[in-house]
């Protein structure tokens, strides 16, 4: 008897040291994510005041959590059109991207985007905040109802392109729609319907390039498109760029 009692109570004991080193483990996984979670916010709040800053921007955009794109994203975007000064903007999806790039071009001078939207209400709403900030005559919202297009023997859903103007040579193009619901890599017929369309030394912007489905439409892309140079930026749900040589 003595010697079961002692076996249980080593057993007892190993136990309690396991669930206890379990909750140790626990305890600094959880820091770390706190830590992490702070410096990922810190850094998007950064990112926002420098957007701010950059654009002067004397009225506030619109909420960039959830599905819209993130404030170093939206940096990235306006750093590049500051610099390149692209004449010809074409954005897949409308939103706070829209605002920030007319106002890059009101800054710039010149310059105009087109932004296709497949959701009537979003595209009311984007058309409102170009009016709220005095950008209506920089950025037009063309409504873009996703249709069957058929690439290489397969169907897709994706933006009417009828209301892009004939002839038009894309100086940037950013890609963050349509929703990843709309089906696997539902991001990709951005390529071939609107690569053969980029100018010289034209950039394209993707967001969410960490999501597994972007992955696989960059991949695509680079097999497809293999003069495109890709390159990626640091932001939080990463950005994928391609930029066509001169």
Sequence with gaps: MPLILSTLTILLLAYTLHKLRRAH????????????????????????????????????????????????????LAR??????????????????????ARCMQLNGAGRVLSLEHDPHYAAQTRAQLRHHGLQDWAEVLEAPLQEHTLGGDA????GTDDLPDGLSIDLLVIDGP????????????????????????????????????????????????????ATRTCEKGCAVLTKPI
């Design 25 to 76: 483990l626990l305890l600094f996984e959880l820091r770390d994510q706190s830590r992490q979670d702070n410096a990922d916010l810190f850094r998007q709040l950064e990112a926002l005041q420098g957007l701010y800053a950059e654009l002067d921007l004397k009225t506030s955009l619109p909420p960039t959590r959830g599905w819209a794109a993130s404030p170093d994203f939206l940096l990235e």
């Design 80 to 101: 590049h059109a500051r610099t390149a000064r692209p004449l010809s903007v074409v954005e897949c999806s409308s939103g706070a991207s829209t605002l920030v790039l």
């Design 156 to 159: 897709w859903s994706w933006y």
């Design 179 to 230: 929703p990843q619901a709309t089906g696997s890599m539902a991001r990709y017929p951005a390529g071939p319907l609107l690569f053969p369309r980029l100018s010289a030394g034209a950039s394209v912007f993707l967001d969410d390039a960490a999501r597994s489905d972007e992955t696989a439409v960059v991949q695509r892309w680079q097999r497809e498109y293999p003069a495109l140079v890709h």
